[in-house]
């Protein structure tokens, strides 16, 4: 197995699977753009496969993480020793969450916001056709952060080249930089993100140059899992203890499908006039 850019990381934590047999088994695969990205929005597919021995999580990164802010003890730390570690501490996630394989890409930012980048495309195209998972979790195309929707479009075009059969049974968008709770109920998939509390806080943990310099994304996370739980609905007592929104992107990943664009429009819209409805319902 090998990818484009020489800093590439493969990382299996069974030290008796090959890289290929390790993807081949992938049955939850998280697409992302950043080290603890995964972590953050994909803790229901890594919950789904620790409880299931024939399911197997495997985690991609496509950036290599080298423009991250850093204070603190990582003040000092040029971008390649930044780089450094943020790749080690995806490699400890990966191990504690038991993931199948974790692959880190180590692209420049700037190569997922263009289409058409040679080893980011060739890269996306030999991942998704080494392996058949039957859900894919992306970041979703409503997010605010340019690098999270670039990632999920150069995603979203490699998945497409495949021949439809071989395609992702299910892709979901899920929400990291702007929730989802916007959506209409019926328009949002709830992910049962309450599971494995402990491990879930060790996962986020994980990313401690992240962590450190004074953004709680570990914090930020689990509350808001907890508060998505909560908000969902006012009537029903909580029955999940934790929920990540996700967009059900499946149609869009369809021959003669909406595009990304004209799909996503439609959910805003949807939005409007739910407000809309409500507010001259109760006039
Ligand atoms: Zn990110």
């Not at 850019?5 to 753009?33: F, K, M, W």
């Not at 971008?79 to 890409?105: C, F, H, P, W």
Request: aromatic share 6%; proline share 5%.
């Amino acid at each position: 197995m090998k990818f484009s850019n020489q800093l590439a990381d493969i990382y299996v934590p069974d030290p008796g699977l090959s890289p290929e047999d390790a993807l081949r088994r992938v049955t939850h695969l998280c697409v992302v753009a950043h080290q603890d990205d995964i972590e953050i929005m994909a803790q229901s597919g890594i919950s789904d496969c620790l409880e299931q021995p024939a399911k197997a999580f495997g985690g991609v990164v496509v950036t290599n993480g080298a423009g991250s802010p850093r204070s603190g003890r990582y003040g000092s730390y040029t971008d390649e020793q930044m780089q450094a570690v943020r790749r080690e501490e995806q490699r400890t996630a990966a191990k504690l969450g038991k993931y199948s394989i974790q692959l880190q890409l180590a692209h420049p930012s700037a190569d997922v916001k263009r289409s058409g980048h040679a080893g980011v495309a060739s890269d996306l195209a030999a991942i998704f056709a080494a392996c058949r998972p039957e859900v894919v979790y992306l970041h979703n195309p409503a997010d605010k952060h340019d690098t999270h929707v670039g990632v999920l479009l150069r995603c979203l075009e490699a998945i497409m080249a495949l021949p439809q059969e071989s395609r992702p049974a299910r892709a979901l968008g899920c929400e990291i930089w702007r929730d989802l709770d916007w959506l209409r109920d019926a328009d949002k998939v709830a992910l049962d993100s309450g599971r494995h509390p402990k491990l879930a806080r060790k996962l986020l943990a994980a990313f401690d140059s992240q962590i450190s310099g004074g953004k709680r994304y570990d914090l930020a996370a689990v509350g808001r899992r907890s508060a998505n739980a909560t908000f969902f609905s006012s009537h029903a007592t909580d029955q999940l203890s934790g929920i990540t929104w996700a967009i059900d992107l499946t149609p869009v990943t369809r021959d003669g499908g909406p595009s990304v664009q004209d799909f996503t429009a439609s959910l805003i819209a949807g939005l409007a006039s739910d407000v809309s409805q409500r507010l001259s319902k109760l006039r």
